[in-house]
């Protein structure tokens, strides 16, 4: 409920947000570039009467002073029966220069206060801070269930670059919103005078004085105010025995006669008018310029949020795809149920579809909130396909699953597949999904296999999955995903280094030159994007259109593109870049993969690898400038031959980016793993962690346990275990 009303309202109210958003940025400046151009006051005992005093002797036929909140002086005049502002030196009383609005400033008013349509504009700017108001609020909750809760809220974010810059800019700006917004409406009833005034209007005397020629300075109403509570003084008008003056400062408005001096009626300023000017500092800064900066700043990530969620509205309309067509509930044996938070899972449940079809199942597929049993009477199996939101709550095609499920007073005679949908590198890896297969153990639903995972949409992890679901329904299911792919460009190999032979593991380090595309294309959004070591490289194999995804092991800095390869028996893929010559192109695209890199400050980093996943902890090592202290633990089979990097990473150490290099090898009289080179040096490990390290481990799904589980007895004793540590983003893993 609340994602769709943020969505919704988002979508809807955009650009009027923007305008908002955009023209307060604008209007914050002003008080700032008004106090800089007021003359200063330095006579801080001044009063009102003395400054009139001053002002009277250059500009005898003076009507009004005026202080404004930035402290700017402005006298108001008539010279020769024109009339004349100039803005003054309180020292002097002397003119500095003409005073004039600047229409820029007035134009910008006119557009954030009512869009220059008068009464209706205000109506319609109303309604968009209302909008706002909504948004902020929403926001607020959606980033504190996207980290992970409350506690939480301002933990370093994870996903796509999108992803990333929309929760940091609405940490940065929900505050500053949510005020403006609150502000902005509350002017705006203030404007139709649906809220109370109180403005301070005393009645004008009805008897003064008839005399005239007191100067200002003898007056002692006008000389027991400073100037910087004076908001205005207006003279009488000349030769008229029965006007006076009118002084309204920070307390309130009064009339003094002219001849004495003497205040004839005074009233204070109203409680609602006091409320009322506080709202109207807090929205516009005007008399606090420092606080309009700070406004100004908070608001300005106003249009990257617009931005950056439209792009993640439009990424998520597009990874949805249109199903194949199946048949109704009651007809179907195979009933496909899903739960997607961004779109992309509903591309895999129409893969399977398609698979299940082919195979002469009749098919019907729905969101998982739509779980109706009774009308699944022909159903034989019901296959859950479920991603995981924030920390382990319900994905947006999912709310309400677990309450139908917990309520049911039977299960369904259908039996139960549950395939879950998350990335590696978050605390609650598919914890929804782990959820339902809880939850329908406890109701007595039968499964039909064990609860399978697919890490970071993975169609090699999907395709597994299908194999082994087909082996359960009694034939062969190949689910060939193919996702849609970003724009590829053509990489031609430079160099090559094999190892493994002779350990019946060939592995390779390929590095290709980065290849060169126009300025237009980059324009265009086509060229080749940055990229670091961590990211990932999508190869396209001749004669498939589904992607592999390697660890970059090089940044953009290096100046090439560098990859770790093992050869796999009838690996598509790994067959082809094994068979590549110096020389020769491959078609490929970089993914950003921000959630494993080492953290940006000068903790300790710990990099536990084995086999290929060298490959980006080499990458970590090779851009390790500063010197911070890291190092490694590298698992390999033998020293004499699959020791990737070798000369590599005794230069980093000579060079400070590499402390040490832990090295475990596996076919070797002494046969050791990452875990047991972990463990001898528990203690030290123990102490870097509590010192704040990060760990970033990277290879295979069997090392990648053995390391946790290492970790979880090093860490027991003091207190700590890996998943508090997931939790915080200081232990991150990529795993395959």
Known sequence: MIRALHKYIGLIA???????????????????????????????????????????????EVEQIRRAPSGQITAYYYADDAPGAV????????????????????????????????????????????????LSISGVFLIARRMGGWRKVFSPARGTLATRLHVEAGRLSILGLALTSVTALYMTLGTFEILPQDVANPAFPAEVSGETGLGTAQMQALNH?????????????ANDATDVFTLTTDNGKGYIDQGTGKILAWEDAGTWQKVNEFIYLLHTGKGAWLWGLLLGLMVSGAPVLAVTGLVLWW?????????????????????????????????????????????????????????TPDKYSNAKQIIVLAATYGNGEAPASAKGFIDKLS????????????????????????????????????????????????????????????????????????????????RTHRLKLVSRRDYGLEVQAPTAILRFAVPRTGLLNCLRGRGWKHFKAGDLLGIIPDSSDVA??????????????????????????????????????????????????????????????AGTGIGPLAGFARANHKKRPMQLYF????????????????????????????????????????????????????????NGAQILVCGGRDMAAGVAEALQEILAPHGLEPAQLKAQGRYLEDVY
């Not at 194949?324 to 992309?344: F, M």
């Open 225 to 237: 105010v400073p100037v910087n509570q004076l908001r205005s003084l207006t003279f009488p008008y």
């Open 315 to 371: 990424k998520a309309r597009q990874a949805r795809p249109s199903l194949p067509k199946g048949v109704a509930a009651h007809k179907a044996d195979t009933i496909i149920l899903v739960g997607s938070e961004a779109g992309s899972t509903w591309g895999f449940a129409g893969t399977l579809m398609s698979g299940l079809t082919a195979n002469g199942h009749g098919v019907y597929a729905a969101p998982l909130s739509r779980f």
């Open 407 to 486: 309520a049911l007073k039977q299960a369904p005679a259908a039996r139960l597949a549950v395939l879950g949908f998350g990335d590696r590198q978050f605390p609650a890896y598919c914890a929804y999904a782990e959820e339902i297969i809880a939850q329908a153990k406890e109701t007595g639903w039968e499964l039909l296999l064990p609860m399978d995972t697919v890490d970071q949409q993975s169609p090699q992890d999907f395709n597994r999955w299908g194999n082994a679901l087909g082996q359960v329904l009694g034939h062969e299911l190949e689910l060939a995903h193919v996702p849609v792919q970003p």
């Open 87 to 134: 803005v003054v030196d309180p020292a002097t009383g002397l003119g500095l220069s003409d005073y004039e609005f600047s229409p820029v400033v007035r134009w910008l008013k006119d557009l954030h206060r009512s869009l220059l349509l008068g009464d209706g504009g205000r109506l319609t700017m109303a309604a968009g801070a209302g909008a706002l108001l909504l």
């Open 548 to 609: 592999r995804l390697y660890s970059l092991a090089s940044s953009t800095q290096d100046g090439f593109v560098e990859i770790c390869v093992r050869k796999h028996s009838h690996g598509l893929c790994s067959g082809q870049l094994f068979n590549l010559a110096i020389g020769d192109e491959i078609s490929a695209f970089i993914r950003p993969n921000p959630a494993f890199a080492p953290a940006k400050n000068r903790k300790p980093v710990i990099l536990i690898g």
């Open 14 to 60: 955009a650009v009027l947000l923007l305008v908002l958003a955009l023209s307060g940025v604008a209007l914050s400046v002003v008080p700032a570039w008004e106090k800089i151009k007021a003359p200063a006051l330095v006579e801080t005992k001044l009063t009102v009467g003395e400054l009139a005093a001053r002002i009277a002797v250059h500009y005898p």
């Open 635 to 690: 698992g390999i089979r033998h020293p004499d031959s699959d020791y990737l990097y070798q000369d590599e990473l005794g230069l980093w150490q000579s060079e400070g980016k590499l402390q040490k290099v832990n090295l475990a090898a596996s076919r070797v009289k002494q046969v050791d793993y990452v875990q047991h080179v972990l463990q001898r040096d528990a203690a030290s490990v123990a102490a870097q962690i509590k």
